[in-house]
């Protein structure tokens, strides 16, 4: 599969933005879909992650309460809805898809996305 993420830009604190990623390919609801990020000079790390059918989501900590993902099946696509954005959630943002997902501090991912910027200013 592959993955176009799109809807990065520059915000302030406290703004919100919605990030999607889109996939190629019909298969689209076979796969668990996430968005990891990455800030410069620290490891990516797991943001959110959505079940085949969008009825289980899961979130890192830091983004609980304030990021929302999403998919739509019919669109091939997924979002991620981040609201009451802060200085330390500015990154390049991935989107990821995996046929299986084990945990989210374990999910082990096939097929990324080629990166959304996300800058955050005060």
């Known amino acids: 599969v592959q993955l176009q993420a799109s809807g990065g830009g520059l915000v302030q604190a406290g703004d919100s933005l919605r990030l999607s990623c889109t996939a190629s390919g019909r298969t689209f609801s076979t796969y668990v879909m996430g968005w990891f990020r990455q800030a410069p000079g620290k490891e990516r790390e797991f943001v959110a992650a959505i079940s085949y059918s969008g009825l289980l989501t899961y979130y890192a900590d830091s983004v609980k309460g304030r990021f929302t993902i999403s998919r739509d099946n019919a669109k091939n696509t997924v979002y991620l809805q981040m609201k009451s954005l802060k200085l330390e959630d500015a990154a390049v943002y991935y989107c990821?898809?995996?046929?299986?997902?084990?945990?989210?501090?374990?999910?082990?991912?096939?097929?990324w996305g080629q990166g959304t910027q996300v800058t955050v200013s005060s």
């Open positions: 990821a898809a995996d046929r299986l997902f084990e945990s989210a501090s374990s999910w082990r991912v096939n097929n």
